[in-house]
């Protein structure tokens, strides 16, 4: 099946920081999401990003399909943005679920 | 967007009772739903595909006969953890993709067996 790797596993920033968190996989996808999990467990959409660029305030998420890695940038971090971030993709010759990287576990301090 | 609703989102019971946790799309058919459950600090992990009218499609490991799915309607998928042992506490979250693209999740269901 797919491998998806997340780097780093786990950063550590100062409100006001900027950030940039990457994923990459083993194989062609036809979808890719990114996804934040807040420290109550659930699971936010951030972006659904199979190729290209996608900008939705302080985040934005580039995908490169043919280098089979995405990143996601998140600017002027702040405390709300702490939580773990999973990069998720999707191949269908794989089966319809996605799988899940490790994530990324960010904490921003005041 | 669309909602997927999990319920409950807190359970504790004792070992060698059974717990059933459901999950809704709110707003879309969803024929297919899965199932993941995530330890503490771990990814999550695919434990079943809940196919409408059919019977689920377990990932290699997981006990069949110990996770109960049944997806009797394009709005419900259910998993019932049977005699629940204290190794089954975890964090189990449901999926539901719309349109084959998205994925929305329900809000977990965090279970505790003592």
């Known amino acids: 099946g797919i491998q998806v790797e997340q780097s780093p596993p786990d950063l550590i920033l100062q409100e006001g920081a900027n950030s940039t968190l990457r994923c990459n996989f083993s194989d062609s996808v036809n979808n890719l999401q990114w996804f934040h999990q807040n420290p109550w467990g659930q699971l936010i959409n951030l972006f659904y990003?199979?190729?290209g660029t996608k900008q939705n305030g302080r985040l934005s998420a580039t995908t490169v399909a043919t280098e089979r890695y995405s990143l996601l940038y998140i600017s002027s971090s702040q405390t709300t943005d702490s939580g773990v971030y999973f990069c998720?993709?999707?191949?269908?010759?794989?089966?319809?679920?996605?799988?899940f990287g490790p994530g990324t576990r960010l904490s921003v301090l005041p | 967007g669309a909602v997927v609703s999990q319920h409950p989102s807190r359970v504790i019971c004792k070992s060698g009772t059974s717990v059933k946790i459901e999950c809704r799309s709110l707003d879309f058919q969803a024929t297919t739903m899965f199932w993941y459950r995530q330890f503490p600090k771990q990814s999550l992990m695919l434990m079943a595909t809940s196919n409408e009218g059919s019977k689920a499609t377990y990932e290699q490991g997981v006990e069949k006969d110990k996770f109960l799915i049944n997806h009797a309607s394009l709005t419900l998928s259910t998993l019932t953890v049977t005699s629940a042992h204290p190794e089954d506490s975890s964090f189990y979250i449901c999926s539901a993709q719309m349109g084959g693209r998205k994925a929305f999740f329900g809000q977990g269901t965090r279970l505790t067996v003592v």
């Open positions: 990003i199979p190729s």
């Open positions: 998720a993709v999707r191949d269908l010759n794989y089966g319809q679920n996605f799988v």
